[in-house]
């Protein structure tokens, strides 16, 4: 499988990675319409294979079952920042793939190599087509997807300030729970053995704990004018 993604010449391609909470949906959407890019949620297409597993029957306990329906379901981003879509089988699936059910059960299907293989080339591809650039933010674009992209970071945060931060989106959720959630799944996005979770040796890394989401952005938005400056 080839790694390189030719784009127009003047395309820039921004590549976002780090574990959850960290800001890099909320980062990557404003940067993306800030500068006039694409913007390809990873995330969103893994949640996606595994709502459509959940739906048909799958065993997600079994990597060989999940292998096979891999190629099965049709997944489509829209890559407009300020109206992200994604679709399964022609079917709107942004709702029903942020339910606790399909984020409790995504790292075991993002984990097997068949899955991965299908949504790294429907990736690769979508970064392909984008003429005018694109800011893609996942947990292994600047290792894998795409690792000539011409600016990668790597966006951090304490596990609690993380932890706060997805609690505050559900009313009533349980601070403790949702942390110990977040780092079991971080554990397995970060210990499975295909691309996992990591930043790439040239990642700029970002430690947004004590940072407001515009200063993320405004410090991304900086990176990516110097970057386009120096070019
Ligand atoms: N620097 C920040 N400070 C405070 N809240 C933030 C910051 N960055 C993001 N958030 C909030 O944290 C939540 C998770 O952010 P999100 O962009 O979805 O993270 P990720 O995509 O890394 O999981 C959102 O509600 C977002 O508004
Ligand atoms: N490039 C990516 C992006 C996501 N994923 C998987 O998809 C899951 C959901 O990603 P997400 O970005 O929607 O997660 P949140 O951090 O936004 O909750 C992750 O926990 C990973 O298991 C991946 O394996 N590779």
Do not use: H
């Not at 829209?78 to 079917?91: H, L, N, Y």
């Not at 945060?157 to 959630?181: N, Q």
């Amino acid at each position: 499988m080839s790694t390189a993604v030719e784009t127009a010449s003047s395309a820039v391609i921004v590549a976002i990675d780090g574990p959850s909470g960290t800001g890099k949906s909320s980062t990557s959407k404003a940067v993306a319409a800030k500068l006039g890019l694409s913007y390809l949620d990873t995330g969103a297409q893994y949640r996606a294979i595994t709502w459509w597993m959940l739906n048909n029957g799958i065993d997600v306990a079994s990597p060989a079952e999940i292998a096979t329906a891999a190629a099965k379901p049709v997944i489509v981003s829209g890559t407009d920042p300020s109206a992200p879509t994604i679709t399964v089988d022609g079917e709107d699936a942004s709702g029903p793939i942020r339910t606790q059910e399909v984020t409790s059960k995504v790292s075991a299907v993002s984990a097997v190599p068949e899955v991965r293989t299908i949504i790294t080339e429907l990736q690769r591809s979508i970064a392909a087509g984008a003429e005018g650039g694109i800011v893609v933010e996942g947990r292994d674009i600047g290792t894998t997807v795409l690792p000539d992209a011409d600016i990668k970071i790597f966006l951090t945060a304490s596990p609690e300030a993380r932890a706060a931060r997805r609690s505050g989106e559900v009313k009533g959720s349980d601070l403790a729970a949702t942390r110990e959630a977040l780092i079991r799944r971080d554990a397995a996005d970060s210990g499975r053995k295909t691309s996992p979770l990591a930043k790439a040796d040239d990642a700029v890394e970002v430690d947004t704990t004590e940072l407001t989401l515009q200063q993320v952005i405004e410090c991304v938005v900086t990176l990516v004018e110097e970057k386009r400056t120096a070019a």
